[in-house]
Structures are given as C-alpha cells and as structure tokens.
C-alpha cells in the first residue's frame, strides 16, 4: 500500500496534468511562491509541504485539500481512454481527461460506499463470435427481449443503463471525447462504467455514445480477431443504431416509400431519441434506401444550409443522470457526511449545496 508521501506525490501530479498547467506555470500562481525544484521534489516523494503551502496547492489547482490524501482504489489505465484523431487534441487534454475521470469515478464510489450499496454486476450476454453488422443487430435486439423494451423508444437511456448496474459518469472533455466505457475493480469487486462528454450540446449524439460504449463493454471479447478497430467502432455504432431505433420500427415506418420527407424523420427522430443522419444511415445499411437516394441524402445536405440545420438540429430531451446526487444527498439526510463533505463529492459549491438542502 503506498504510504501518504507517494500518494501525495501521485495525487499532486495529476492534479497538475488535470489543470493542464507545467512545474514552471503551477509556480507562477502560487502564493506564497515556490521553486520549481520544490515541486518536483513533492511529485518525486521526497519531501511534503507545510500545511499552509498545501492549501496553496490546493487552491492553485481547484482541488479540495482531501484530494492530496485520497487513496488510490483503482488503475485508471483499466479504462481504454482515447480520443477520435482531431489536430486539436493534445496529450494534456488526454492526461487532464485522464485524471478528470479517475476523480469522478473516485467520488461516485466513495458515496456508495458511504451508503453501504454493493454494485450490481452488469449480466454478460452470451455471444459466439461477431464479426458483421447483422450480428450486432442480432445481439441489441436479444438484448431488448431480455431487458423487456420490445420495440418501445428508450426514454432515458442513462437512466436505463444505471438500472443495469452500469455507472455513468459524466466528465467534461475537450472536443474529440465523445464517451469510453469499462470495468475497474476496487476492493475485489468490479464496477462496469460508461463516461460520457456532458459537454456534447446534441442529446441524440450522446445517447448514440453512450449505446457504443454498452457494446463495447458487453461484447469486446466477442468480436473476431480479424476486425480492426475501426471495424469493432463500425459494429458498436451498428448496436448502438439498433438498440436506440430498432429494424423492425424502420421497416415499418419507411420500407417499401417510394419518397421519404424531412417531416417523417422529425417524427422517428422525436420519438425515439436518435439523430436524423443515423436514421438515414440506418435506411441505406437495410437497403430501404438504394445507394442514390442515399447519395442525394448526402448531396442536400452539404448543398442546401437550410437543410443542413434542420437535419442536424436536436429534437429529444433527456435528463443527464442524477443518481450520484440524489445518494450525496441521502447520506448527507441520514447524517453520514457533513454539508462539506457534500459538497466535495459533487464538486460544487457550498453555496449549491446549502441551497438545494431547503426542505418542505
């Protein structure tokens, strides 16, 4: 176990790549001033500060000073994190994402653990080996039966998943992070966990995303050894098409039209929560819509900006998952932890959290 200097090192380092900030420009906000030298002495374990250069520390880089002593319960690097290749994307908005999201998971577990909830493991789904489109559609629609959705819209899908047992949390990313999902172990129990982007502004995106990761974490051993990634990403978003809109709906709403108008799939796309390009998509996939029709899709929509915008314009709402806050506040009720430690846990200011204690 590591003693408080090498946690403290640990902690202070990653709270320096979360804030996106060097040795040199973490020295520059100090107050009172350190050397660079000091501080890579406490990331190296060598030496601790004093109490008054810890809450300086602690301010400078937006953390509570408990952070610097939380233990580590969990490898981070269990989690395949990655972003889609855009020029834009650093690797310190990769290691900031990194760390963003091992204190998020960090804090939603500690709550549990606070209230005593044992996780509910995510039951596998049993699958030969998937290597087609086709299959992963096999696969969501076995998964649907079982789950008893039948053909039904999926009103909240984060709300669903956390039915399941899976965690869902939302961690802020720079653009380029959409979502990742896997399984972390703490204390000889393993947690299946779904991070999503909440900066993603359309609702149907991060629905979409969050469906990926659930193939991701259902069926990542099961895809064949052939595939490459960008195959395994093509199978996931197949899935996740499948789960949110399933086949059965689209041939019964659009197979067989010899003409398809922008306000039919305002409808499919209003009621169940998907976007209009990957209902389209999912049109041309079935060979409802030829490759032509699917090509002037295409066409009128990079031609005609109007269209464009009405295309791509979210229509569904859905309420971002509010079970971590609802258990923060249980055991703030049942007086298991302080309006302070509260506030910690939610990451937000004592001012919120005084505000949303006000009783009827």
Known sequence: MDNINDIFAKRLKLARKRAKLSMDELCSIMKPNVSKQTISKYEAGKCMP?????????????????????????????????FRKKASVGNKDLESLKVGIQDDIERYLEVETILGLKPIVLEPLTASTLSTSDDMRRMARLLRDRWGLGDNPILNVQELLESKGIKVILTKGAAGFDGVSGV???????????????????CERRRLT????????????????????????????????????????????????????????KNCQQNYGISIEAIVYKLHELDIINDARYKMFSILKNTKL?????????????????????????????GLISKERAAVLLNKPMTDVEYNMETI
């Not at 250069?53 to 981070?76: E, Q, W």
């Not at 979210?314 to 806050?325: C, I």
Request: hydrophobic share 45%; proline share 4%; glycine share 2%.
């Open 210 to 265: 969050a469906m990926h990761e659930l193939g991701h974490l259902l069926f990542n051993d099961s895809f064949g050894e052939e595939l490459t990634p960008k195959d395994i990403e093509k199978l996931c978003n197949a899935f996740a098409n499948e789960m949110l809109f399933p086949e059965s709906v689209a041939r019964y709403w659009f197979e067989g039209k010899r003409q398809i108008h922008l306000p039919e799939l």
């Open 50 to 82: 004093s109490g008054l250069l810890m809450m300086s520390l602690a301010k400078a880089l937006k953390v509570d000073i408990d952070y610097f002593a939380r233990p580590f319960d969990f490898n981070i690097d269990d989690l395949n994190i990655s």
């Open 306 to 334: 109007l269209f464009k915008q009405a295309v791509r314009t979210s229509r569904f709402k859905e309420t971002d998952s509010m079970r971590l806050e609802a258990m923060v506040y249980k055991a703030m009720a049942e």
């Open 184 to 202: 972390i172990k703490k204390d000889n129990s393993y947690y299946s966990v779904v991070v999503l982007n909440p900066s993603i502004e359309m």
